[in-house]
Nanobody
Framework: VQLQASGGGLVQAGDSLRLFCAAS???????VSWFRQAPGKERDFVAG??????TPYYADSVKGRFTISRDKNTVYLQMGSLKPEDTAVYYC???????????????????WGQGTQVTVSS
């Protein structure tokens, strides 16, 4: 599986932004998720989607503000009501299988795209 993330940028607090993760290869039977990493911090789960069923999952910190969705080859992360603490490099990743207990764990993902920077100014 190859993943390519795009869509990051510099926005102001309260703005919206949409990230894109273009996927090639076998995505069925996997979770495709977004993680983010701020300077000096760990890579944290943001949102994920079960490719087969389309079921979305969210970190508590983004529930109600972010929406993950997918079409045939792309996973989208629609981000709204952005806050300065959302500033990070955002990565998309694909898991090797559908093991729910590994959904939010970065080490549980076998495939990673390059990151895209999201900066939210106050």
């Amino acid at each position: 599986v190859q993943l390519q993330a795009s869509g990051g940028g510099l926005v102001q607090a309260g703005d919206s932004l949409r990230l894109f993760c273009a996927a090639s290869g076998r995505t069925s039977g996997r979770y495709v998720s977004w993680f983010r990493q701020a300077p000096g911090k760990e890579r944290d789960f943001v949102a994920g989607i079960n490719w087969n069923s389309g079921t979305p999952y969210y970190a508590d910190s983004v529930k109600g503000r972010f929406t993950i969705s997918r079409d045939k080859n792309t996973v989208y992360l629609q981000m709204g009501s952005l806050k300065p603490e959302d500033t990070a490099v955002y990565y998309c990743a694909a898991s090797p299988s559908l093991i729910l207990s590994s959904l939010t764990i970065a080490n549980g993902y076998a495939y990673w795209g390059q990151g895209t920077q999201v900066t939210v100014s106050s």
